[in-house]
Structures are given as structure tokens and as C-alpha cells.
């Protein structure tokens, strides 16, 4: 089993120019006509335009593609590593363009004030790293200030694919949700997000520790949502022969708890290992599919389109993952339109799209640039578009 260690990581970090993205342009401005017209004065006619219709900025700015990702925290620097990483995935995997703001921790109202002060900026905003307060709480609160979708995107991207992973459970097993024997462990805002779209009837333990005291035996679907700490492979004491174990951290010991329950299914935050589950296999496809139909929020309607898109595309073999690869175009096109279509809807969306083979063709156009752009990600999936006849023979077996 492949792992990451500190010095591949390090070294990949600071290899030629140092992080993960940079800004490029999207117009020429090599004369002086085009610098002209991308500046000044040309930029003065799509300003006074603006200023007469707000609108107008999604048609002349890269507002409508652009995703603040934005974190607090005591040591702000520390935390842009992950963030970045967030806003380069958000590009690679739905063409969006996205960069980070740390911002120096303050009081709720000092931050609110802030987010929303350069909310204009942006077409959506994701919320991560939020260590100093509920960050549920602050979602909501944003939310009720501006006209722009704010997610929470790291806790409700994995609590969608949890509640997906569940869905496939069930319908694997035959199981009904009122009879299956849920167990979440963890606090914070994941646990609270999974705690949500999964409803009540789940046994909550806030911590691995409390956890082993408690005994957690005889359960179906066992979902650990803290991604620092890996629960030992005796927590879990006996199990069902067909229960389904969620692991978010990436330092589970995969081959580890694999022996230890050879006939569970086994899904962990370490996308090296078998059965990946985390936060980008829908949170780019939720704000990709809000930002296309101008959508005020994102919604209900839309996280559920989104949970039952994503747990459509996992392979229907008993011996399969839950969920599908992360390189699966298919989470692009289908969870997309799905919540483009649910935005559509529910009445959020400001923007309507009504040819949907042609939506999803574009989002695979969108993929094949960044593809040719980067050539780091091939996509694989069930699409008989150029983007898999090029760069994929077939979709990969489990």
C-alpha cells in the first residue's frame, strides 16, 4: 500500500514554483490595442454597464466562476496549504476558478463583517478551516447576508458522500434505513452535517476514546467523520458480516482494518488506498452546478439531488465500493445538471438552462481544457465523449 510521507510531500509542494496555483489571463495583452481594451480605458465601458445592472458582472467579469475559499484560524499561514490544495482541486475537477483568503482569527461579527464586505467578488463562497466556531452556524449566517451560495464544503461535502455511501448500503443489503444500526463517531461540523442528511435514530459518540469504552458492537454502518484521529481496529468490537465501515481520516491503517474485518466494506479519506471517500467527490460538483444557474444558495433540494447523483454512479457489484472513483467524469456531467437541475427547481436559480444533453457536453468540454491544460488528471467514466475514447480504454474495475 502506497502513503504519502513528509518528504514527497514537501519536495512536491515546493517543486519549481512554489505552491499549487497561479492566475493566469483569459484575453490577450500582448499590444497596445488589446491592453487597451483590457484596461483603460476599455474596462470603463463594462464598469459603467455594471453600474447600471449588477447582473451585467456575470457576463464581463469572472465573477460567475470564481470561488472565494475562505478560512480563519490563530495561524493563518498554516493553513493555506489546504486551502490552496482546495481551490486547485476545484479547477482541476470542475473548471473552477477559486483562491484562498486567510483571515487572521476574529470575534463572529468581526469575521461575518469581513466575508461579506468582499463577498462581491466572488460568484460562491466556501467556508473551511474553521477551528474557533461553529461553522454551521456561521454558514447560516452568511447565507441570510448575501445574494451568493456559502458552503460549508469540507463537512458537507463528506456528509453528502456519507449519506450517498449509505443510500448504496441499503440498497445492497436490502436493509431498511429504520432497521440498520448507525453509528456515527466524531464532533464538529462534519459529524453535525452527516448527523443532518442522515436523520435521527443514530448512536453519536463524540470521540474515539469515549467510543472505546462504550463498546460499539453489532452495528451495520459505522461512520468515523474525525480526519486527525484513526480509530484502533478493535473499536468496532463484532460486527455484521455485511456492515459498512467510513473512516474519514487519510492516516487509516487501511491493510490494518481490512484484516481485521475482511468481509466489511471499508471506505477511508486516503485516496491512495482502496474505497476513497472525501469531500471532492461532490463539493466541486455543488458549486459548479449552482454557479451555472446564478443560484442565490445552496439548498436542500440541491444536496439531496446531489447525494442521490452521486450514489447512482458507484458500480452496482456487491464486492464494489460505495461510492465511485474520484476520477470518474460522470461526477462532473451527472452531479452537475443534477443540482443545477434541483437549483432550477426549487426556485434559487437565476439562470435557466434547458438543453441538458448540451449542458453536460460542456462540462466535459471543460474538463478535456483542463486536461490539455495540465495533462495531471485523467477522467475516467461511461461517456462515449472524445475526453474518454482519448486519454481512457475503459472505465476501471474494482
Given at each position: 500500500?502506497?502513503?504519502?510521507?513528509?518528504?514527497?510531500?514537501?519536495?512536491?509542494?515546493?517543486?519549481?514554483?512554489?505552491?499549487?496555483?497561479?492566475?493566469?489571463?483569459?484575453?490577450?495583452?500582448?499590444?497596445?490595442?488589446?491592453?487597451?481594451?483590457?484596461?483603460?480605458?476599455?474596462?470603463?465601458?463594462?464598469?459603467h454597464?455594471?453600474?447600471?445592472?449588477?447582473?451585467?458582472?456575470?457576463?464581463?467579469?469572472?465573477?460567475?466562476?470564481?470561488?472565494?475559499?475562505?478560512?480563519?484560524?490563530?495561524?493563518?499561514?498554516?493553513?493555506?496549504?489546504?486551502?490552496?490544495?482546495?481551490?486547485?482541486?476545484?479547477?482541476?475537477?470542475?473548471?473552477?476558478?477559486?483562491?484562498?483568503?486567510?483571515?487572521?482569527?476574529?470575534?463572529?461579527?468581526?469575521?461575518?463583517?469581513?466575508?461579506q464586505?468582499?463577498?462581491?467578488?466572488?460568484?460562491?463562497?466556501?467556508?473551511?478551516?474553521?477551528?474557533?466556531?461553529?461553522?454551521?452556524?456561521?454558514?447560516?449566517?452568511?447565507?441570510?447576508?448575501?445574494?451568493?451560495?456559502?458552503?460549508?464544503?469540507?463537512?458537507?461535502?463528506?456528509?453528502?458522500?456519507?449519506?450517498?455511501?449509505?443510500?448504496?448500503?441499503?440498497?445492497?443489503?436490502?436493509?431498511?434505513?429504520?432497521?440498520t444500526?448507525?453509528?456515527?463517531?466524531?464532533?464538529?461540523?462534519?459529524?453535525?452535517?452527516?448527523?443532518?442528511?442522515?436523520?435521527?435514530?443514530?448512536?453519536?459518540?463524540?470521540?474515539?476514546?469515549?467510543?472505546?469504552?462504550?463498546?460499539?458492537?453489532?452495528?451495520?454502518?459505522?461512520?468515523?467523520?474525525?480526519?486527525?484521529?484513526?480509530?484502533?481496529?478493535?473499536?468496532?468490537?463484532?460486527?455484521?458480516?455485511?456492515?459498512?465501515?467510513?473512516?474519514?481520516?487519510?492516516?487509516?491503517?487501511?491493510?490494518?482494518?481490512?484484516?481485521?474485518?475482511?468481509?466489511?466494506?471499508?471506505?477511508?479519506?486516503?485516496?491512495?488506498?482502496?474505497?476513497?471517500?472525501g469531500?471532492?467527490?461532490?463539493?466541486?460538483?455543488?458549486?459548479?452546478?449552482a454557479?451555472?444557474?446564478?443560484?442565490?444558495?445552496?439548498?436542500?433540494?440541491?444536496t439531496?439531488?446531489?447525494?442521490?447523483?452521486?450514489?447512482?454512479?458507484?458500480?452496482?457489484?456487491?464486492?464494489?465500493?460505495?461510492?465511485?472513483?474520484?476520477?470518474?467524469?460522470?461526477?462532473?456531467?451527472?452531479?452537475?445538471?443534477?443540482?443545477?437541475?434541483?437549483?432550477?427547481g426549487?426556485?434559487?436559480?437565476?439562470?435557466n438552462?434547458?438543453?441538458?444533453?448540451?449542458?453536460?457536453?460542456?462540462?466535459?468540454?471543460?474538463?478535456?481544457?483542463?486536461?490539455?491544460?495540465?495533462?495531471?488528471?485523467?477522467?475516467?467514466?461511461?461517456?462515449?465523449?472524445?475526453?474518454?475514447?482519448?486519454?481512457?480504454?475503459?472505465?476501471?474495475?474494482?
Amino acid at each position: 500500500m502506497s502513503y504519502t510521507n513528509e518528504k514527497e510531500a514537501l519536495k512536491y509542494h515546493s517543486k519549481g514554483r512554489a505552491g499549487k496555483t497561479e492566475v493566469i489571463p483569459t484575453k490577450p495583452a500582448d499590444s497596445a490595442e488589446s491592453i487597451a481594451l483590457a484596461y483603460s480605458p476599455g474596462a470603463s465601458f463594462p464598469s459603467h454597464s455594471i453600474g447600471k445592472e449588477k447582473w451585467n458582472a456575470y457576463r464581463y467579469t469572472n465573477k460567475g466562476n470564481l470561488v472565494g475559499v475562505l478560512s480563519d484560524g490563530a495561524s493563518p499561514l498554516a493553513t493555506k496549504p489546504l486551502m490552496e490544495g482546495k481551490s486547485m482541486l476545484l479547477k482541476q475537477f470542475a473548471d473552477i476558478d477559486a483562491f484562498d483568503i486567510e483571515i487572521t482569527d476574529k470575534d463572529d461579527d468581526t469575521l461575518t463583517g469581513i466575508i461579506q464586505s468582499i463577498a462581491p467578488t466572488f460568484g460562491a463562497i466556501s467556508i473551511g478551516g474553521i477551528k474557533s466556531r461553529d461553522g454551521l452556524a456561521l454558514q447560516e449566517k452568511l447565507q441570510k447576508l448575501l445574494d451568493i451560495p456559502v458552503l460549508h464544503d469540507e463537512a458537507y461535502g463528506a456528509a453528502v458522500c456519507i449519506a450517498a455511501a449509505f443510500t448504496n448500503y441499503l440498497k445492497r443489503t436490502g436493509k431498511e434505513a429504520a432497521e440498520t444500526r448507525t453509528a456515527l463517531i466524531g464532533s464538529g461540523t462534519t459529524a453535525r452535517a452527516a448527523t443532518q442528511l442522515l436523520g435521527s435514530g443514530i448512536l453519536h459518540i463524540e470521540s474515539t476514546d469515549k467510543a472505546e469504552a462504550t463498546a460499539v458492537c453489532g452495528y451495520d454502518f459505522i461512520i468515523c467523520t474525525d480526519t486527525q484521529q484513526t480509530p484502533a481496529p478493535s473499536l468496532f468490537g463484532s460486527i455484521v458480516p455485511d456492515a459498512a465501515i467510513i473512516i474519514l481520516s487519510p492516516f487509516c491503517d487501511y491493510d490494518a482494518m481490512r484484516k481485521a474485518y475482511p468481509r466489511a466494506t471499508l471506505l477511508t479519506g486516503n485516496i491512495l488506498q482502496p474505497g476513497y471517500i472525501g469531500s471532492i467527490l461532490a463539493s466541486p460538483y455543488l458549486f459548479r452546478g449552482a454557479l451555472d444557474t446564478l443560484s442565490a444558495s445552496i439548498n436542500n433540494s440541491m444536496t439531496e439531488a446531489a447525494i442521490k447523483s452521486l450514489a447512482s454512479l458507484a458500480a452496482e457489484s456487491k464486492d464494489a465500493p460505495l461510492l465511485p472513483r474520484y476520477n470518474d467524469t460522470r461526477l462532473a456531467t451527472e452531479i452537475s445538471a443534477a443540482v443545477a437541475q434541483a437549483a432550477i427547481g426549487s426556485g434559487v436559480a437565476r439562470r435557466n438552462i434547458t438543453n441538458w444533453e448540451e449542458y453536460r457536453q460542456t462540462l466535459l468540454s471543460r474538463l478535456e481544457r483542463i486536461y490539455n491544460m495540465t495533462g495531471h488528471i485523467k477522467h475516467y467514466g461511461n461517456s462515449n465523449h472524445r475526453l474518454h475514447r482519448r486519454y481512457t480504454r475503459a472505465a476501471p474495475e474494482y
